[in-house]
């Protein structure tokens, strides 16, 4: 099945409010596009949303959630929209760039609420942070400090670093005639900000080869690897850091993928982001335009080292480095 349905009903339902602030018989409707597929991580957001609805005083009863998946197949967003559409959604949540544009390009009246987007403004998203404009709005976790802390963490730790190589993904929108999106030269000028010489290596959907990454950027003398946080490297996060430590290559994922196995894992957290959805979500069904609610930031930074893994690369780690760690994981 293309679509997971998952309905959340009960007895005693209260009446929820609609797109417009009137009271409605049917639960709230709420349509998840997601980039990869049923499973552990999209039923933890589920959870965790429905946790954070019920703290707003909405239950099981009064919400359906229909999640919507394009199983590492960004391209398929567009026909998952129109999917979640004809089911006549209060708010559709769009996880992701592609799926974030899939759904702005698909309707200008049913409410998009993104998260996991760098840069909204960049992508076209909405017209300026503090007044989107229009039917979208969300939450980001932008950081525009984060990718010089990245590299200069890696930095500390690999004084003779020159090189770094920056993976990405050819699927995200907004890219520029040389092919990088906004994500990718922001992290290509944090880099040349600090001396180094950067390389950008785009996986490509549906099935990406890492190997054949890892190999070009060794190829280009790669010293270590930046991953950034976009859908194909959040997908396969584990292969990733497993392969690029077999190759001995040292890796940052970003905050809140400690569990991908790489060296480090520092910056903002998606998981932060995914727990504001519902307060702006309710608001929209409270009758609060979209337009008008300001897009919101993620700033709280989480660093996770690994020292099993600096032990397999032959490194070794500050105390204080190590003592200023969130989580190390031993």
């Known amino acids: 099945m293309r679509r997971r349905h998952l309905t959340l009903l009960g007895l005693g339902a209260a009446a929820a409010f609609g797109r417009h602030g009137l009271a409605q018989a049917r639960p709230a409707r709420i349509g998840i ?27 099981e009863a ?34 992701g760039g592609p799926a974030a544009r899939a759904a702005q390009q698909a309707t200008t009246t049913t409410p998009v609420v993104f998260a996991i987007v760098t840069d909204p403004v960049a992508l076209g998203l909405v017209r300026s942070l503090e007044r989107p404009g229009g039917n979208v709005t969300g939450i980001t976790n932008l950081d525009p400090g984060q990718p010089a802390a990245q590299f200069a963490l890696m930095s500390s730790v690999l004084p003779q670093m020159e090189r ?98 790489g060296l480090f894992a520092f910056g903002t957290t ?35 080292v690994n020292l099993a893994v600096a032990g397999q690369l032959g490194i070794t780690l500050p105390e204080a480095l190590v003592g200023a760690a969130d989580r190390v994981i031993r």
């Not at 959630?65 to 567009?78: E, L, T, V």
């Open 33 to 59: 596009l997601v980039n990869g597929g049923p499973g552990p991580l999209f039923d933890t957001v589920r959870r965790n949303l429905l946790q954070d609805f019920a703290q707003l005083g909405r239950g």
């Open 62 to 95: 009064d919400l359906r959630i229909d999640g919507y998946f394009a199983r590492g197949q960004p391209a398929r967003h567009p026909e998952l929209v129109a999917e979640a559409l004809r089911q006549d959604p209060d708010v559709i949540v769009a996880l």
């Open 164 to 261: 770094v190589a920056i993976l990405s993904d050819s699927t995200i929108p907004g890219a520029d005639a040389s092919g990088l999106a906004p994500i990718d030269r922001m992290n290509r000028q944090a880099a040349e900000a600090l001396g180094l010489r950067p390389q950008v290596v785009k996986l490509a959907a549906p099935t990406p080869d890492i190997e054949a990454a890892l190999a070009e950027m060794q190829r280009e003398g790669a010293q270590a690897v930046v991953v950034l946080e976009v859908p194909l490297t959040l997908a396969h996060r584990m292969r990733i850091a497993e392969l690029a430590t077999a190759r001995r290559l040292p890796t940052m994922f970003p905050g809140g993928q400690g569990d991908a196995g």
């Open 270 to 304: 998606v998981m932060d982001a995914w727990r504001r959805i519902p307060a702006m979500v309710d608001q929209i069904l409270r009758g609060r335009s979209p337009g008008e609610i300001p897009v919101e930031f993620i700033t709280r930074r989480e660093l996770v």
